[in-house]
């Protein structure tokens, strides 16, 4: 691998991201030069999406080794900082103390941690690379058993929320992985974009990304996903998540779980995908132990998306002196979900099961 990757890149030893916030109408980059950009660049979402949250820590913390010379109680300062940036994607967390752990043995061993902070991060997200080659080839197994069911020229219609694409875990994504995957394949496939209230990740990223890999698919408003699945439309769910325990329960973002129990009542069949560092192994109960993100009602009250006069700008879409309340994820319980499509195969979303298949990660 060569540090480049699709959502973010290595350039003179700095890192680059995507800023998100402008897709899907400006393609603007932004050059993270320190720490703290990283942690900012993750709290106001330049960069979101789980993946890419722990690729922008880890390479926070790269940053972090750089600007303190290595000295390592500075950068466990600075990380410090970085791991709280975002409450719910795992990720985040996982990244940072891969980081530190590693750095620690090598601060033991005199080795230059700049470096050191360097080579883990890239190793993080070459091991997504791969991963997520790996998940769209499993979940695309499912794509092409659906498909030989089909009647010649329908395809298989997947409905898919918020965005699980190449700009939340590189290089394939997530949930979306099986359907580059199928579509590589040449397998008949159509898409269905939830908006993804209140923030938009699926009219902005998700809806883009699909276009420009010439997939097709259709935005439907939130809601819309239950009716579709009560007139047969629906053959299939797949979503990313941020977290998930492990006993099966999904924290993904908030609409999730209305999808999961709509998809339970008509009989459609219910994927999470992700990666293994995904997977939190100290916590069973995702409704009692998950911190869910609770971020500025702002993003209900208003609506942001391109103006006549070209500019990216807001509209209030409330009474003035309404308030509301936003909860970035939801949780989604394992018995709700009909699998969990990861890098090394699809498990059943249950203890016993996860444990079988992740026996490794379990402390
Ligand atoms: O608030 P966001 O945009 O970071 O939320 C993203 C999601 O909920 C994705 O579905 C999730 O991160 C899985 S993709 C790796």
Not at 337 to 356: N, Q
Request: glycine share 8%; hydrophobic share 45%; net charge negative.
């Amino acid at each position: 691998m060569n540090s480049t990757y699709k959502a973010l890149w290595l350039e003179n030893g700095d890192l680059v991201v995507i800023d998100q916030t402008q897709l899907p109408f400006r393609s603007v980059t932004k050059v993270l030069k320190t720490s703290a950009a990283a942690a900012i660049a993750i709290q106001d979402m330049t960069v979101r999406g789980a993946g890419v949250i722990g690729n922008v820590a880890a390479f926070g913390v790269y940053l972090a080794a750089r600007e303190s010379n290595g000295d390592l109680a500075t950068i466990k300062e600075l990380a410090a900082v970085i791991r709280r940036a975002r409450p719910t994607a795992v990720n985040l967390m996982w990244a940072v103390d891969r980081l530190l752990k590693v750095l620690e043995k090598a601060s033991t061993q005199k080795q230059d941690l700049v470096e050191v902070a360097l080579q883990e991060a890239i190793a993080i997200a070459d091991e997504d690379v791969i991963g997520t080659r790996n998940i769209g080839k499993f979940g695309c197994e499912l794509i092409e058993a659906i498909a030989k069911t089909k009647p010649k020229g329908e395809p298989v219609n997947i409905l898919t929320h918020c965005n699980a694409g190449w700009l939340a875990i590189v290089d394939r994504g997530s949930a979306l992985a099986p359907i580059y995957e199928a579509s590589d394949r040449g397998i008949n496939i159509h898409v269905w974009v939830d908006e993804t209230r209140p923030r938009n990740q699926g009219a902005n990223l998700t809806a883009w990304e699909l276009g420009q890999s010439k997939i097709p698919h259709t935005l439907i408003a939130d809601n819309t996903g239950g009716l579709l699945m009560q007139y047969g439309k629906v053959d299939l769910c797949i979503v990313g998540t941020d977290r998930v325990t492990r006993c099966g329960d999904v924290a993904n973002k908030i609409g999730t779980y209305l999808k999961a129990l709509a998809a339970f009542d008509n009989h459609v069949p219910f994927y999470v995908a992700l990666p293994s560092s995904t997977f939190d192994m100290q916590i069973a109960d995702g409704v009692k132990e998950i911190a869910i993100e609770t971020r500025s009602a702002d993003e209900v009250l208003y609506m942001q998306g391109l103006q006549d006069n070209g500019q990216i700008g807001k509209v209030r879409v409330a009474p003035l002196e309404t308030t509301a309340l936003n909860y970035g994820f939801d949780i989604t319980p394992a018995k709700l979900v009909t699998g969990l499509i990861t890098e090394r195969g699809i498990c059943e979303a249950a203890e016993t099961a996860i444990a079988a298949m992740f026996l490794d990660l379990i402390p």
